[in-house]
């Protein structure tokens, strides 16, 4: 598996996985297309202002265009401080190969300088799969809380890590 930046021709990816009922089931349902094609110009132009880091996902022997997935590194602010937060997807005939935390891994490992400080995950409560990474990857988890995605409220494990002191990082 390898990580490269999102490109403007990822369009049919990001539609395929936030238009879509069973992508977006822990995510309040799909999102319209329109939506979706604004938040890639969006990620593109955040991607090339050297924001957040938002990275396709792509399988060992596919081509460099076909893309399964994302995993995203951002900043954002919560209460008046800055925190990083990462999500991910991976479309439905692609999960259960490990993709998706090899991919939160890899992005850990990368911001393990310091940059991004403690990161946060937050997969809806009874997302058990995106759970299961965190746990897996030696997130701790925080509780249960309320979060806004695409302005949704949804209810969300709320776990952290330090980057450099996650599981595969070498130093557990």
């Not at 990580?3 to 990001?14: G, I, Q, S």
């Not at 800055?82 to 998706?100: C, F």
Request: glycine share 12%; proline share 5%.
């Amino acid at each position: 598996m390898r990580l490269r930046d999102v490109r403007a021709e990822d369009v049919e990816a990001y539609v395929r996985m936030r238009c879509d009922p069973v992508m977006m089931a822990e995510l309040g349902g799909p999102l319209p297309r329109e939506a979706v094609e604004e938040r890639l110009r969006k990620d593109l132009a955040l991607t090339a202002a050297d924001g957040p880091w938002v990275r396709m996902i792509v399988p060992d022997g596919a081509e460099d265009d076909e893309a399964v997935g994302t995993v995203t590194l951002w900043s954002d602010e919560e209460d008046g401080v800055t925190v990083s937060e990462i999500g991910w997807m991976v479309l439905p005939e692609h999960q259960g190969r490990g993709l998706a935390k090899a991919a939160v891994r890899q992005v850990l490992d990368a911001a393990a300088n310091g940059h991004w400080g403690e990161i946060h995950a937050n997969p809806g409560v009874t997302n058990g799969p995106s759970n299961g990474i965190c746990r897996a990857l030696g997130f701790r988890l925080l509780g249960e809380r309320d979060i806004d995605f695409a302005g949704r409220v949804l209810r969300a494990n709320h776990w952290v890590v330090v980057p450099g002191e996650h599981v595969g990082s070498g130093t557990e």
